[in-house]
Each structure stands twice: as C-alpha cells, then as structure tokens.
C-alpha cells in the first residue's frame, strides 16, 4: 500500500507570493491533516479535514487554508508568504480522526 | 506555550543497553499518547501509541509507560540497536479537541556500536 504522498518535496517562494501544496492519503483513508515543522516551535497542527469539511483548526492566521476533496486528497494554501513560513510542511492521514495519524516526508518550504 | 515536553534535546546510549525517553504534559484532557520516530529527510513514522485508561503497552523491543497522576510518559527501547538511531516525538492528544496531535520538540536519540 503506497504511503501518503506530498508534493512538491522542495520549493522556494518570494514574500508576498502564494503557494499550494499537494498531499494523496494513505489509500482508504478519510481524513487528512498538516503540521507545519520550525526548529524553534517544533511540530504545530494547522488544520483537519474529514469528508470534505474542515472539523479542525489549529492557531494559525488566516493566510493559511486548505482542502480537501472527494478522493480524500487534499491541498493546502499559504497567500501573502512570510519569511518566518518557510519550514516543513507535513500531511498526514487516517482512516477517521480517532485513528493512528501515518505522515508523509514533507514539503520543504523556503520564503526568501 | 509547550504541553507537550520532552526535556531532553539528545540522549546517547550503547548498543545494546536500554534507551528511555522522557515526555510530560500540562493538558489533563489528553486521553491518547504516541510516540513516533524521524530519520532526517522522512516524515515521522509512527511507533507504539497509549491510551489513558492503560499504564503501559508493548510492542516487541519497544514499551511506552503511563504514569497519569505525574503527567509523565516513557518510552523504553530494549535492546537498543544503531539503527533505532532518530529523533523521537511524543504526542498527545485529546478526544475534545477533535484529536490534534501535540508533540514535543523531540528527543535526538544516538546508539552507539
């Protein structure tokens, strides 16, 4: 069974600019969630989607959004880029939110 | 601020002896505890889990300690390989608040030949 894919592994974006990343749960699996990573605050929740609908939202700004759509598959939006945005950006999923979260390796975010 | 703590940054042990790595919270709601393992450049892999209504749970050369009323988990690795070599998270996390992990900010774990 093929893990949870993120893409793009790496990009590098210029402050004021938006991106998009990508991430395709575990087959089966219903409900997505992204973690941004920084070395000085560590792993942090942003948000959860669960059949569609957005159930969780973690202390984040607005700048940050997401998606997710029929397939389970879901995006994530960062608008109005900061320098302090750059770090990893992780998705991972589960079979429904009580369940065992498996990650995948991470989009790497640089905002330069 | 932190509710989830993992005290110490690294830890170094001799291949073949007993790693333990700490973790304490703040959050009495929490009812699920993980453990997870990262190698650099991988995304964390999840290892052994706990729920609050056990004290303790294993799974081969890995056991995972509750201790609820010190707010205090312990994972024990047994014995230790070189290749258990990673940077371990402790997470936790509670069915109010729609189960979002907590972690800590990882415990670099080093076995040594």
């Known amino acids: 069974k093929a893990g949870v894919t993120q893409t793009p592994r790496y990009l590098i974006k210029t402050r004021g600019q938006q991106v998009t990343l990508s991430c395709s749960p575990i087959s089966g699996h219903r409900s997505v969630s992204w973690y941004q990573q920084t070395p000085g605050q560590g792993l942090q929740f942003l948000f959860e989607y669960f059949s569609e609908t957005q159930r969780n939202k973690g202390n984040f700004p607005g700048r940050f959004s997401g998606r997710q759509f029929s397939n389970s598959r879901s995006e994530m939006n960062v608008s109005t880029l900061e320098l302090g945005d750059s770090a990893l950006y992780l998705c991972?999923?589960?079979?429904?939110?009580?369940?065992?979260?498996?990650f995948g390796n991470g989009t790497r975010l640089t905002v330069t | 601020d932190q509710q989830v703590k993992q005290n110490s940054p690294s830890l170094s042990v001799q291949e073949g002896r007993i790693s333990i790595l700490n973790c304490d919270y703040t959050n009495s709601m929490f009812d699920y505890f993980l453990w997870y393992k990262k190698y650099p450049a991988e995304g964390p892999t999840f290892l052994i889990s706990?729920?609050?209504?056990?004290d303790k749970n294993e799974d081969g050369r890995f056991t995972v300690f509750l201790n609820k009323s010190a707010k205090h988990l312990s994972l024990h690795i047994v014995p230790s390989q070189p290749g258990d070599s990673a940077v371990y998270f402790c997470?936790?996390?509670?069915?109010?608040?729609?189960?979002?992990?907590?972690f800590g900010k990882g415990t670099s774990l080093l076995v040594t030949p």
């Open positions: 997470a936790a996390s509670a069915r109010d608040s729609g189960y979002a992990l907590n």
């Open positions: 706990i729920s609050s209504i056990k």
């Open positions: 991972a999923s589960s079979l429904e939110p009580a369940s065992i979260f498996h």
